[in-house]
């Protein structure tokens, strides 16, 4: 299967600061990539669909300046959490489609927010 | 309404057995896909099979088996011969609409036990 990276794996901040994520398919072009967030125990709620050298398209209840998508080329997407707050503290995962039925995940950051 | 629904938070299963997952989906489309997704404690979510709407026979990969019964809309998981590495939570997600919308819902897992 397609191999998605994440960076970084796990990242602590203070709470305000900006939080950047990037999400990298390796070995394939990702027409498109999504991001989604997971609570503990909980499933996985997409937040944004991010096209290649388009605007994200966000989720409903979703904040768009919170949360900062760019996805620059066909294989590099970047969540950026402005302004970080305790609340922020989650799972991040990032998954990617060439074009064909399956979206390939990335391992996942975890964020914690002190 | 749900449009996922997998009513099993937690199962066991004994090394070797077999061991059903549930998954119920809920929609209106006519084209529509389905995938299994596996998320050890690592939390990377692993794909392990997909059914189309449209596949007349239920999708094999390995171990793994999709009950796909359209009428009843359930896709059930079937993993065969279980081992101590299947331990992990089990995700079921739906598709809708054509290929090319890849918009995905999840269900809210079930966690897999294999006993040795």
């Known amino acids: 299967g397609a191999v998605v990276s994440q960076h970084p794996s796990r990242v602590i901040c203070k709470s305000g600061t900006s939080v950047k994520i990037e999400c990298r398919s390796l070995d394939f072009q990702a027409t498109t990539m999504f991001w989604y967030r997971q609570f503990p125990k909980q499933s996985l709620m997409l937040m944004a669909t991010s096209n290649e050298g388009s605007k994200a398209t966000y989720e409903q209840g979703v904040e768009k300046d919170k949360f900062l998508i760019n996805h620059a080329s066909l294989t590099l997407s970047t969540l950026t959490v402005t302004s970080a707050h305790p609340e922020d503290s989650s799972f991040y995962i990032c998954?990617?489609?060439?074009?064909?039925?399956?979206?390939?995940f990335g391992p996942g950051t975890r964020l914690l927010v002190l | 309404a749900q449009k996922i629904t997998q009513t099993q938070p937690g199962m066991f299963v004994q090394e070797k057995e077999a061991v059903t997952l549930d998954c119920t989906y809920d929609t209106s489309d006519q084209s529509y896909g389905l995938f299994w997704y596996k998320q050890p404690s690592s939390g990377e979510m692993i794909f392990l099979i997909y059914q189309g709407s449209y596949d007349e026979q239920n999708a094999t990969e390995g171990r793994y088996s999709l009950n796909f019964q359209k009428a009843r809309k359930s896709a059930n998981l079937v993993i065969s011969a279980s081992q101590l590495g299947d331990s992990a939570m089990y995700f079921c997600?739906?598709?809708?609409?054509?290929?090319?919308?890849?918009?995905?819902?999840f269900g809210t897992g079930t966690r897999l036990l294999v006993s040795p």
């Open positions: 998954s990617a489609v060439q074009g064909s039925e399956t979206q390939y």
């Open positions: 997600a739906m598709r809708e609409g054509r290929t090319g919308f890849q918009k995905l819902v």
